[in-house]
């Protein structure tokens, strides 16, 4: 993670391959198009480049680097407040294609897809705690720093998050069905 | 609801995010024990927590290389003015110009070689700027809602290139090969010289101010006339295409004067009132309201609307640096004495 980043491309360009999209997602996820996203990461990677002679100064690289994406997209939403209400019901359906796996899941598409739903209807701080954890793979105490709150609603988020997925209706009658089956059996 | 049902979740999260201590993690086996029919919910969430796909694929074909073009251009931009003014690039690559600029390119300049070479095209939205560096070496700061087209083959025998609004160019000596600016009303043949085109379709006029050097301007209504500039001569040719374009016959043209004059410069600045956007200054120049508000609506990226029309002709002088819309608006409004509105992106100025 603490590559020397004085003056290396290489090192540079590196960092992008391994961080740009899960910046990406999280932006994305904040103001809801891809180009606006996209040109949030460039500025961060654009600020990491000129940041790069002080970044001994910087403790945890990834987290410096998701605040500033948090930041921006803040920013964005801040001064495109009054117009950007109305797209985005639109951009909600549009713009995530599932690109689930079935073959790696044992529960049905259909499940999968309610659970993901269920994740899109989180209220806005816990489908970012949420998202960061689960997709980009952040320990609860980064996630904590990138959202400037405590590591202790980080980790009481995530708990509700995870209720309200094993809330979903489909799992319900799943499991119902497979209790209804063992009893027949017996 | 099981009462411990919280608890439950509170644990499963816990594990699959890999935070839970030993402990907590033995409470959730215990629990699991206990109530084997958790068990199964356990599974299934774990199971689309471990393989379900990110919901957002991530970053589009090309990001990187977009990136790096943005890096390159910000790192030669003047520092950035504060007060949020969004600055976004947006360059089209080699790749995805060929075949959509081959055809703007042949309807917008048809003095311009083949269509069927590849063009490099530079644009910028309203509210923002861009500094380029050609591959000879030149400098070029297009300013907003700005189009600069070269060809590929640009370090060929001539340097050309196509201007669509605003730029400041300073051109790299080389006398062998003519750096030829082309806009829709003049082209400008030049060796290696500093100067300032505005060439926007929708103003009046297009102009050319020469900073050193020298340069030979031909008007395309006049094919046979050359103009020679000289440092600080400011040449004003009328858009021929702006009112009733094509129909218009050349002879009614003609009686549209072009005038020659001399850049302007005041007290405060050494650089002339025509460049100071260069150094990220919005300056006007006894310009009519009309003028300013085509300026200040590609400067902030907002719509300026004129009511009334005999508002339109008031003239303005200026310079604002660091000011924002709202600064810039009251003080036009105290110097002309018109009521004005800011909605959302839209400035209205009424008597």
């Known amino acids: 993670m603490r590559i020397a980043l004085y003056e290396d491309m290489k090192a540079y360009k590196q960092l992008y391959e391994l961080l740009a999209n899960g910046l990406y997602r999280f932006s994305y996820s904040m103001v809801r198009s891809a180009e606006v996203a996209e040109e949030i990461v460039s500025d961060v990677f654009i600020k990491l480049w000129q940041m790069r002679a002080r970044l001994s100064e910087v403790d945890n690289l990834k987290v410096y680097l998701y605040t500033i994406a948090r930041n921006c997209s803040l920013n964005y939403l801040e001064r495109n407040a009054d117009s950007r209400v109305i797209g985005l019901e639109n951009l909600d359906n549009a713009a995530f294609v599932e690109g689930a796996n079935p073959a790696d899941l044992c529960i049905s598409a259909d499940l999968a897809n309610q659970m993901r739903r269920i994740v899109q209807q989180l209220p806005p701080q816990c489908r970012l705690i949420f998202q960061l954890v689960r997709e980009e793979g952040l320990r609860y105490k980064e996630v904590a720093a990138i959202l400037d709150v405590s590591p202790f609603t980080v980790r009481n988020q995530l708990a509700i998050a995870m209720q309200k997925i094993g809330e979903a209706p489909l799992l319900k009658d799943v499991l119902l069905k497979d209790a209804r089956q063992k009893l027949a059996e017996k | 609801m099981h009462p411990r049902e919280d608890q439950f979740w509170l644990l499963v999260s816990l594990r699959l995010s890999g935070e839970a201590t030993a402990e907590e993690a033995a409470t959730l ?224 043209d003609s009686g549209r004067t072009l005038n020659l004059g001399k850049a302007h410069f005041m007290s405060r600045d050494s650089s002339a009132v025509e460049v100071l956007w260069v150094k990220n200054k919005l300056a006007f120049d006894q310009e009519t309201l009309e003028t300013v508000a085509l300026k200040m609506g590609r400067w902030f990226d907002v719509q300026v609307v004129i009511t009334d029309d005999s508002l339109k002709h008031m003239e303005f002088s200026g310079v604002f640096e660091e000011e924002a819309l709202p600064q810039v608006m009251e003080a036009l409004r105290l110097t002309g004495n018109f009521h004005y509105s800011i909605h959302r992106r839209v400035v209205t100025i009424r008597p």
């Open chain 2, 29 to 252: 086996d215990r629990l699991l024990h206990e109530r084997p029919e958790m068990a199964a919910r356990l599974e299934a969430t774990s199971d689309w927590w471990t393989h379900a796909a990110p919901r957002n694929p991530g970053l589009k074909k090309g990001a990187l290389q977009r990136h790096l073009q943005r890096l390159n251009e910000r790192e030669n931009l003047p520092p950035r003015r504060r007060g949020g003014r969004r600055l976004f690039l947006f360059v089209v690559g080699i790749a995805a110009s060929l075949a959509g600029f081959a055809f703007f390119f042949y309807h917008w300049t048809p003095k311009l070689s083949a269509p069927a070479v590849a063009h490099n095209s530079i644009s910028t939205k309203c509210g923002s700027k861009s500094k380029i560096q050609l591959p000879d070496g030149s400098q070029v700061w297009l300013n907003s809602d700005s189009r600069l087209i070269y060809s590929e083959t640009f370090t060929g025998n001539a340097r050309e290139v196509q201007l669509c609004g605003e730029a400041y160019f300073d051109v790299a000596k080389d006398p062998v090969h003519p750096f030829v600016i082309h806009t829709n009303t003049i082209d400008v043949r030049v060796l290696g010289t500093t100067l300032n085109v505005r060439s926007y379709s929708n103003e009046k006029n297009t102009e050319a101010v020469l900073i050193h050097g020298s340069v030979e301007v031909t008007l395309h209504s006049d094919p046979e006339k050359k103009i020679i500039l000289k440092p600080n001569d400011k040449l004003v040719v009328p858009n021929a295409n702006l009112a009733g374009a094509k129909t218009a016959k050349p002879d009614a």
